[in-house]
T-cell receptor, first 114, second 114 residues
Framework: DAMVIQNPRYQVTQFGKPVTLSCSQT?????MYWYQQKSSQAPKLLFH???????NEADTPDNFQSRRPNTSFCFLDIRSPGLGDAAMYLC?????????????FGPGTRLTVT | AQSVTQLDSQVPVFEEAPVELRCNYS??????LFWYVQYPNQGLQLLLK??????LVESINGFEAEFNKSQTSFHLRKPSVHISDTAEYFC????????????FGGGTRLMVKP
């Protein structure tokens, strides 16, 4: 089945140790998104790619970076994780950038920072 | 900027009872409204959406929501819930000039009891 896959599902990293989260899709969608969802809070958009065009939200910390080497894969890099970065990270895709295009979400990666 | 408020963080209800999950939004421009559902250990799935036209929208599994512009609300209802409806429900909004960017509410956990 076409889907959005996130690896790993659970990630533990140490304070200050760089970590990379992975997202892949078999939907051949143009747009890929990364959201951060802290406990009992709403998902918050960090950034998105439209094809290779990167769009960063204004309040996304510099500590968070992203790469999209091809249509199928998108990575979230946290350069120096702090305790406040512990959260669920959700990847989503959509065929296009208009409102008529539904976002399809992966199951998320739960990041723990020790 | 737009915002979304889901007034209830948890809603316990008995099976076959009706339920309403409340969602209010604020925005200075026209909005488009969505409900997403997140089952345990899964990604978010689009339940229903309002873009234009009839203010009452329905999903395939018996949920409906009504866009009320004067009350800035988009409450989700189901006349008779099942155990399988137990999940987290997120209301989200997008505005005309933001493409497909979503702003989510904090979520409501629907707990259906036998």
């Amino acid at each position: 089945d076409a889907m959005v896959i996130q690896n790993p599902r659970y990630q533990v990293t140490q304070f200050g140790k760089p970590v990379t989260l992975s997202c892949s899709q078999t939907l051949n969608h143009n747009v890929m998104y990364w959201y951060q969802q802290k406990s009992s809070q709403a998902p918050k958009l960090l950034f998105h790619y439209y094809d290779k065009d990167f769009n960063n939200e204004a309040d996304t910390p510099d500590n968070f970076q992203s790469r999209r080497p091809n249509t199928s894969f998108c990575f979230l890099d946290i350069r120096s994780p702090g305790l406040g970065d512990a959260a669920m990270y959700l990847c989503a895709t959509s065929r296009g950038g208009g409102l008529e295009y539904e976002q399809y979400f992966g199951p998320g990666t739960r990041l723990t920072v020790t | 900027a737009q915002s979304v408020t889901q007034l209830d963080s948890q809603v316990p209800v008995f099976e076959e009872a009706p339920v309403e999950l409340r969602c209010n939004y604020s925005s200075s421009v026209s909005v488009y409204l969505f409900w997403y559902v997140q089952y345990p250990n899964q990604g978010l799935q689009l339940l229903l959406k309002y873009l234009s036209g009839s203010t009452l929208v329905e999903s395939i599994n018996g949920f409906e929501a009504e866009f009320n512009k004067s009350q800035t609300s988009f409450h989700l209802r189901k006349p008779s819930v099942h155990i399988s409806d137990t999940a987290e429900y997120f209301c989200a909004v997008s505005v005309d000039n933001a493409g497909n960017m979503l702003t989510f509410g904090g979520g409501t956990r629907l707990m259906v009891k036998p």
